[in-house]
């Protein structure tokens, strides 16, 4: 009898762990395609996290739907149940078993952070490159003839403001609105913020970075995938917070130098702003709703610099690339 209870519960544990880890396979396709190097880890250990959720809650559930089904009283039993006493044993083996499950769950996830070059609150932020691995939901990854970590790292400057995205190229005389990545490179932020706390978030990279006022902040990945992706603000900033967001293009080499090219010899313009856009519009509305912060001025893109004050009209973008001869007239403060 003893022998055929063991079997029983071995075979009920592998069942378990056989569906658990079925479980934490699906979570890959929970996620936005793996766009960045970065992305594979954070992926990893989501399912590592969720393949030991499921094996808990599903041993757990379990055990309490046969005891109530088993082991539930007959009807109209009202009598007490037999006295059980403390079992030291088994609550030593109860409080063992979660303070491991603590320390295995902190020390996968420290092993990911530092893989990762996560540092804490610190003024730079580093990710290093981890190694590609292949994974269940992304497609084949289109890599570079060279080697990747031979590559020279691509380094683009970040403003943040309430409420745009502006990047900046030192090497080349841009400045856009959207974010043109090389695929395969490493690629280096310098995150800055004029004026709140903002967050640097692109869900198919899996990375995030704070942007604090007064600091300037290293942001280093590796975009693997080609594709169009988007950037988001994660941290709320103010009213017209929704509206900060701004396209991610991830291409290759040679299409990105071509953009490169093509946009240093376009003539400076002022980029379309949505926050701006609708502020213009609701000042002039007779009820006034709540007051709010003044959006910053529409930067002016295809161009090293962004200009802060504007003595003269410049052309209206229809996007970072295209532009048409209207005139941009910023609205005045709100009273």
Same mark, same amino acid.
């Given at each position: ?198 967050? &640097?978030?692109?869900?198919? &990279? ?29 941290? &709320?900033?103010?009213?017209? &917070? ?94």
């Amino acid at each position: 009898m003893k022998i055929r209870k063991i079997l029983i519960l071995s075979g009920i544990a592998i069942a378990l762990t056989a569906v658990s880890l079925l479980i934490g396979q699906w979570t890959y396709s929970w996620m936005p395609p793996q766009a960045a190097a970065e992305s594979h880890l954070v992926d990893r250990l989501f399912s590592f996290l969720i393949t030991l959720g499921a094996f808990i809650f599903l041993g757990v559930t379990g055990t309490l739907i046969y005891s109530a089904i088993f082991h539930r009283a007959e009807k109209f039993d009202t009598s007490d149940g037999p006295p059980i006493e403390g079992n030291i044993t088994l609550e030593i083996v109860w409080t063992a078993i979660p303070v491991l499950l603590v320390f295995w769950i902190a020390g996968y996830s420290y092993q990911i952070y530092e893989q990762m070059g996560i540092q804490g609150p610190m003024e730079a932020m580093h990710l290093h490159i981890p190694t590609l691995t292949k994974s269940a939901s992304a497609a084949p990854v289109k890599e570079d003839k060279g080697n990747v970590e031979g590559l020279p790292v691509e380094d683009i400057e970040v403003d943040a403001k309430q409420w745009a995205w502006v990047f900046r190229y030192p090497r080349t005389d841009i400045t856009s609105t959207e974010l043109h990545l090389p695929i395969n490179h490493r690629i280096r932020l310098a995150l800055h913020s004029e004026d709140v706390i903002h967050g &640097f978030y692109i869900p198919a &990279f899996r990375v995030k970075q704070d942007i604090i006022p007064n600091r300037n902040i290293d942001f280093e990945f590796t975009p693997i995938r080609t594709g169009k992706y988007q950037l988001t603000d994660s941290q &709320f900033s103010g009213t017209y &917070f929704a509206t900060m967001q701004a396209d991610v293009i991830v291409e290759s080499p040679e299409d990105y130098k071509r953009w490169l090219a093509e946009t240093a010899n376009r003539r400076p313009c002022i980029a379309n702003n949505q926050a701006a856009s609708e502020y213009a519009e609701e000042s002039k509305e007779l009820v006034k709703g709540w007051t709010t912060v003044v959006p910053a001025k529409a930067p002016v893109v295809n161009s090293n610099k962004v200009i802060s004050h504007l003595s003269y009209s410049l052309p209206l973008c229809t996007s970072t690339l295209l532009r048409e001869e209207q005139t941009f007239k910023y609205p005045s403060t709100r009273k």
